[in-house]
């Protein structure tokens, strides 16, 4: 197993916590790291490598858009839709899927 990636919180003095409980954290930083088989992390990637591809495509057919995000998080988005979130595409309603909000409205084209 290789470990490709780590989310760090930095800078955070509180997390929330089911029940709606605040927990003092005694670190500035906390790290989750996913690790991922050899051959899915070569899936991962040419996934990466082609949604870049389709961004630079769309942005260029509509003439209009930015190619910062959707080219530099395009990894993180292929480790989160292709192995780290929990979802069912044919089950949109269901309950406990994850979720992914982004708040950089100028680079949506990440999420199509």
Same mark, same amino acid.
């Given at each position: 197993?290789?470990?490709?990636?780590?989310?760090?919180?930095?800078?955070?003095?509180?997390?929330?916590?089911?029940?709606?409980?605040?927990?003092?954290?005694?670190?500035?930083? @906390?790290?989750?790291?996913?690790?991922?088989?050899?051959?899915?992390?070569?899936?991962?990637?040419?996934?990466?490598?082609?949604?870049?591809?389709?961004? @630079?495509?769309?942005?260029?057919?509509?003439?209009?858009?930015?190619?910062?995000?959707?080219?530099?998080?395009?990894? +993180?988005?292929?480790?989160?839709?292709?192995?780290? +979130?929990?979802?069912?595409?044919?089950?949109?309603?269901?309950?406990?899927?994850?979720?992914?909000?982004?708040?950089?409205?100028?680079?949506?084209?990440?999420?199509?």
């Amino acid at each position: 197993m290789l470990v490709v990636g780590a989310l760090v919180v930095a800078g955070a003095s509180a997390l929330m916590v089911p029940g709606g409980r605040v927990s003092s954290l005694t670190t500035t930083k @906390m790290a989750a790291t996913l690790e991922v088989a050899p051959a899915t992390m070569e899936s991962l990637a040419t996934a990466a490598t082609e949604a870049r591809g389709l961004a @630079m495509d769309s942005i260029a057919a509509a003439k209009s858009g930015h190619l910062g995000l959707p080219l530099g998080a395009a990894e +993180m988005g292929a480790v989160l839709y292709g192995s780290a +979130m929990t979802f069912n595409p044919e089950a949109p309603k269901w309950i406990n899927r994850d979720r992914f909000v982004l708040s950089a409205g100028h680079g949506s084209v990440f999420l199509y």
